[in-house]
């Protein structure tokens, strides 16, 4: 059973920084796509950075593009998201999800968390 476990979410305020973890187990994860993928009240799902667990190749939304920045640790089966310069639209659930096929931004990956609350006030 796959479980993909998010933690780090929290209340900071803007211009602070935040890290995610993802916590993936429950299958061998090596050819998936790892991505992080953000929700505000009302609005839709939104991309914002992926990995692949093999290799070294980063995705980014235009809009966190050199604040975030998406890691992984192989051997610990975990995924993080490193949040500097945080904004007030930055407010979301991110959710962690991993997929085995090639499209990267849209929501659509076979495996979600539960997701964690990001709140940026200003």
């Known amino acids: 059973q796959v479980q993909l476990v998010e933690s780090g979410g929290g209340l900071v305020q803007a211009g602070g920084s935040l890290t995610l973890s993802c916590a993936a187990s429950?299958?061998?994860?090596?050819?998936?796509?790892m991505g992080w993928f953000r929700q505000a009240p009302g609005k839709e799902r939104e991309f914002v950075a992926a990995t692949r667990w093999s290799g070294i190749r980063t995705y980014y939304a235009d809009s966190v593009k050199g604040r975030f920045t998406i890691s992984k640790d192989n051997a610990k089966n975990t995924v993080y998201l490193q949040m500097n310069s945080l904004k007030p639209e930055d407010t979301a659930v991110y959710y962690c999800?991993?997929?085995?096929?090639?499209?990267?931004?849209?929501?659509?990956?076979?495996?979600w968390g539960q997701g964690t609350q990001v709140t940026v006030s200003t």
């Open positions: 999800a991993a997929d085995p096929s090639g499209l990267v931004t849209t929501p659509t990956y076979d495996y």
């Open positions: 429950g299958r061998t994860f090596s050819n998936y796509i």
